[in-house]
Every structure is written in C-alpha cells, then in structure tokens.
C-alpha cells in the first residue's frame, strides 16, 4: 500500500513556495515567457520527466513513461493571469503592473508541477504514460486548442484527461465534480451601428445611432426570454457601449460588445442568426447600418459520465463523503472544453470558500495554500486508480 497521504503532507512548504512564487510573475496570454521558464525548470529537475517547450508559443508538456504498456492521461494546468491591478496587499503580491492572478491559475500550475513529482516517484505502481499540460491563454484567446492543433494529444495518444479549478462558490476543503455539462459556452459579438450625426438641435436632420443602439440593447435583453426554450439555460450581456463625443452632438456611430453564454452547443451556433436579424430589424427600422461580427470561443464544458464515476471513488479516498459535492453548473467557461471533446475527461472544482476568499476575477482574490494539496491529493489517486 502507497502512504498517499503521507506523501502529500510532505510537500506543504512546497506547494506554497511554488505558488507564491509564480503569482508574483502573473502574465498575460502567449505571453508567459517568465512562467514558462519557471514551470520548464522545475520539471527539468524531475528525472523521469521528458519536458519540451514552446508548443503554441508559449506552452509547456511534461511526459512521464513507464515502460508498461497502457493507457495515457493528461492532466492539465492554465498559466496566464489577468489584466487587474492587485489589492491584496500580501507579501508576495504581483510585480507586473495591471497584471493579476486573479483566477487560481498559480495554483493550478502548483499543483500539477507537485503532482508530476509525486507520480513520477510512484511510476512503478501503475502503467502507461502520464502527459502535464501547462498551456497559454485560458483567459483568451484560448490556448488549449492551439496545443492540440499542435499535437498535444498524440505522441502518445491521449486517452484520457483531467484538471482542477480552484473555487471560492464551495466551502474550503470540499471536492466538486458532476457529470455533463459543467460550464458554459463562451463566445463573443461586436456591433457597430451607423447613422447619420448632426446638430443636437435638429434631430431629424439626423439618424442617431446612440438612440438605435440603445434600442438594440433593449432588444438584445428580450432574446433569453422570448426566443430561446425558457428549460435552457443562456445569457446575453452587453459589456460596452461607446457613442458620442459632445452633450450637442448626435452620433454618428455607436459601438458595442457583449458575449453569450450557453450550456447547449446548438444555441451557441444558433446565436449570431437570432442576434442578427434583431439587429437588423431596430437599425432598419430606425434608418440606420450596422456592422456585426460574432465569434464563437469555447464550447460548453462536458465532463465524461463514466470518469466522473471514477473520480468520485478516488475523492472519497480523498475527503470524507459529506466533503464530496456536485455543484451547480456554472455560466463561466473554460477552454479545457476542447480537451474534454477529444478524449473521455474530467474536470473538477477544488473548494476555497467565500469566508477567505473573494470573487474570481476579483482584484482582492486570494486563498490558503494547504489546500492545494487536496487538489494535488485528487490528481495523484485518480491517476493511480484510473491506470493501475
């Protein structure tokens, strides 16, 4: 029998020297050229580890081969940060101006880094390959995908796949997993509107392309709730508007942005359609152009039934069963996606509490470093029950 537990405990001061580390060097997207380095290091001085880089510009694969014929998971980590000014005041607090990791993204690359360490000490307890993904870009444009374009997934061929994120929406210390959709589809859309600007005075001289793209907004806001299966979940936020230059001035143009969010693949694709023709139904009405661009980011996020029932075992090696929860699918999304449509996947939540811990995204975010040894504790015994 493996002492896991043991094993685990030993790493505290590891853990959180990586973390700490890496989350005063935060960067952002293809552009983690000080993380690489750090991660690419580390893995280096891991023996049994053949470690190459530069794959979609800026990621890093580990590969650990046992000698034993086998199956091949990966485990994966997301390495950019965010562009959020840091007020957390902690000791090892951002160095990067505007730069933050603010999504748990140092600690995902803390844990897989331990637990490449870990399981490459325990290689002769089960068989096959084990690949660590770090990749760029989680944040945008995505990276997962480049990495698969670029072969991540073969060489050997990836049978199976997991990763963790970090979740201040659980109690700390609690385990989140369920099955199908987890997350959102992700995707984004820009509109300009076009009219005709002139003298505040003499609006119908005019075509105001302010007044149109309000209309367009409220438009927008009426598509969940009349056009779409009210038993299907989706969103649709406006993020930005900017039109106008004076108090007497009527517009000319109006710019938006905004994004959608879905668990159904077909609504994702049915979006730019539904958005379009109310787009172009308020600007005719209203004389005015548009220009309208959509783009489709990450599909929805779908965990695999038969590993989901994997990992609840090895969790309940884990924690006790109370501490093993199936949380609510959540609007985020998460390019991991991309990974979990070609290979038979899991992806699961790693709780950090609100009473600690902020918001994601949130320029105060922070949580307790031990508890990543939960996560790096999960990683280590699915791997071991899944190839043993």
């Not at 485990?75 to 160095?95: C, K, V």
């Not at 149109?212 to 806001?221: K, P």
Request: glycine residues 10%; contains cysteine.
């Amino acid at each position: 029998m493996i002492d896991i537990k043991t094993i685990i405990d030993e790493e505290k001061a590891n853990i959180t020297a990586i973390r700490q580390a890496l989350h005063k060097i935060p960067e952002k997207g293809f552009s983690e050229h000080k993380t690489t380095r750090f991660v690419a290091d580390y893995l280096n001085n891991i023996p049994e580890l053949e470690v190459s880089t530069g794959m979609a510009k800026t990621g890093v694969v580990g590969l650990l081969k046992t000698g034993r014929p086998g199956k091949t998971l990966l485990i994966r980590a997301d390495m950019d940060a965010l562009p959020i000014h840091e007020e957390t005041g902690l000791a090892f607090a951002s160095t990067q101006d505007n730069m933050m990791h603010a999504c748990g993204h140092d600690g995902h690359m803390a844990m897989v880094l331990v637990t490449a360490g870990i399981l490459s000490r325990l290689k002769d307890h089960f068989s096959g390959n084990i690949k660590f993904m770090f990749q760029p870009a989680e944040e945008g444009p995505g990276g997962a995908k480049p990495m698969i374009e670029a072969g991540i997934l073969e060489n050997p061929h990836v049978d199976y796949s997991v990763a963790c994120h970090v979740w201040p929406g659980l109690p700390a210390g609690t385990l989140g997993v369920k099955p199908g959709v987890i997350m959102s589809a992700a995707s984004f859309f820009k509109i300009e509107i076009i009219g005709k600007g002139g003298h505040g005075a003499m609006p119908h001289n005019c075509v105001d392309a302010l007044d149109t793209a309000g209309q367009v907004v409220n438009a927008l806001q009426r598509v969940v709730s009349r056009k779409l299966n009210p038993l299907t979940p989706s969103v649709i936020t406006i993020g930005s508007f900017h039109a106008g230059s004076a108090p007497n001035i009527i517009p000319q143009k109006a710019v938006l942005t905004g994004t959608t969010r879905t668990f159904s693949k077909k609504i994702d694709e049915d979006y730019p359609n539904i958005l379009e023709q109310i787009i172009k139904g308020v600007c005719d009405s209203m004389g005015a152009a548009y220009k309208f661009e959509f783009f489709h980011r990450y599909p929805p996020l779908e965990n695999d039934c038969g590993m989901i029932e994997l990992m609840k075992k090895s969790m309940a090696k884990v924690v006790s069963e109370d501490q093993v929860r199936e949380p609510e699918s959540t609007m985020g999304a998460e390019d991991m996606a991309f990974v979990l449509e070609k290979t038979k996947g899991c992806f699961f939540f790693l709780g950090t509490g609100f009473e600690k811990c902020a918001p994601l995204h949130n320029p105060k975010f922070n949580f307790d470093e031990p508890l990543l040894l939960l996560g790096v504790e999960t990683f280590v015994q699915f791997a071991l029950d899944l190839l043993e």
